[in-house]
């Protein structure tokens, strides 16, 4: 059963930028940790960032910190990943997941410490 469902995907020139949003209409995500995960043509899903749920802490892989931001939306049940500065490196299928637990801090940024996820939206950096 998908519990998760990411939106804001799509194709954009190199500098470019985008707003990916994740939610739920099974529960409420500001009870969990959120992460964002994406996945290149040939490779492995890896954890780009994700935001906790009790202290609102954020992670960042080294390759996006500074160009991405993770953010929550309690009004609209969401969290939002903004892309800026966007690479074609950066082309991927994006991911969002939770732990099956609340009110937790982030997992380490392993696909196997998550139990919740979307199906994906595509990103596509290309001139």
């Known amino acids: 059963q998908v519990q998760l469902v990411e939106s804001g995907g799509g194709l954009v020139q190199p500098g470019g930028s985008l707003r990916l949003s994740c939610t739920s209409s099974?529960?409420?995500?500001?009870?969990?940790?959120v992460a964002w995960f994406r996945q290149a043509p040939g490779k492995g899903r890896e954890g780009i960032s994700c935001?906790?749920?009790?202290?609102?802490?954020?992670y960042y892989m080294n390759s996006v910190e500074g160009r991405f931001t993770i953010s929550r939306n309690k009004a609209a049940n969401t969290v939002d990943l903004q892309l800026n500065s966007l690479k074609p490196d950066d082309t991927a299928t994006y991911y969002c997941?939770?732990?099956?637990?609340?009110?937790?801090?982030?997992?380490?940024?392993?696909?196997?410490?998550?139990?919740?996820w979307g199906q994906g939206t595509q990103v596509t950096v290309s001139s």
């Open positions: 997941a939770a732990p099956s637990l609340k009110y937790g801090r982030c997992p380490t940024p392993d696909a196997n410490e998550f139990a919740r």
């Open positions: 099974l529960f409420t995500l500001d009870d969990y940790a």
């Open positions: 935001i906790s749920s009790t202290d609102r802490t954020k």
